[in-house]
């Protein structure tokens, strides 16, 4: 079946762009491209899944979506505004209303509750404690953790602690998800829930961008993308389910 990568779409409409984007990493001895030329854009409310071998620049894409990365060139435009270049500051408060970040290794702070950790984002976004209160008690809700809201990380299994990870993720209520291999610590049946999880976000008008190395959990996305040595190889519309 030969390789097809659709054309770059008007992108007036696009929640997200990127074009042209390069990624490299040098040391004195060495040069290292982990993106090269990555054009891309997504519309809002569309969920999309990332493929590929490890190495390919997968989790180097996410970081540069999530604002956690700056590219060596090119240009990244996110709610019509150029990112790239903008000093941390900014970047930090444009990440607080719209994006965020499920990590693989959870992320969590050994240190805070279940609450503390949920609770963290809303912090930086300098949200009222009466409104803090209610939306993290109404994420513990609905992911199942209200009692663990006391609880430390530490005494939590790997299902649970990737659902903190997510109620942590989505308390902000952010425009976008970007989850670096959501499931990849867990095992099959709390890897389900995670991405039922992640299906009824969608579902509920939040995008999603997901590395995946599980074609099955890829197969819940709109788009499926194939990454090869830094670039994008492919671009598959998948029916609907």
């Known amino acids: 079946m030969p390789i097809h990568v659709k054309p770059m779409m008007p992108a007036e409409n696009a929640f997200f762009q990127l074009h042209d ?30 493929m590929g071998s490890s190495g390919c620049g997968k989790s180097t894409l996410l970081n540069i979506v999530a604002m956690l990365d700056q590219p060596t060139s090119g240009r990244y435009t996110l709610g019509g505004v150029d990112v790239c270049g903008l000093p941390e500051s900014r970047l930090a408060e444009i990440r607080k209303g719209n994006i965020g970040f499920i990590f693989q290794s959870f992320m969590l702070i050994d240190d805070l509750s279940v609450y503390e950790n949920v609770e963290l984002p809303l912090l930086s976004q300098r949200v009222p404690r009466m409104e803090r209160q209610r939306r993290v008690r ?10 663990r809201a006391d609880h430390r990380p530490v005494q939590l299994s790997g299902g649970q ?40 976000l969608h579902q509920q008008g939040t995008t999603i961008l997901m590395v995946t190395h599980s ?6 996305a709109q788009r499926v993308l194939h990454m090869a040595d830094g670039r ?8 609907a389910a």
């Open 215 to 220: 074609r099955a959990h890829a197969g819940r």
């Open 161 to 200: 602690q990737q659902r903190v990870g997510i109620a942590r993720a989505v308390v902000g209520d952010p425009r976008l998800i970007v989850a670096d291999e959501p499931t990849g610590n867990l095992d099959s049946a709390h890897g389900e829930d995670v991405m039922e999880m992640l299906t009824t």
């Open 138 to 147: 109404e994420v513990l809700e609905l992911l199942d953790l209200q009692r």
């Open 232 to 239: 994008l190889v492919s671009d598959i519309t998948q029916a």
């Open 21 to 50: 984007i390069r990624k490299v990493y040098r040391t004195d001895t060495i040069e290292t491209t982990a993106l090269a030329d990555v054009s891309l854009q997504i519309q809002e409310g569309e969920f999309v899944s990332i």
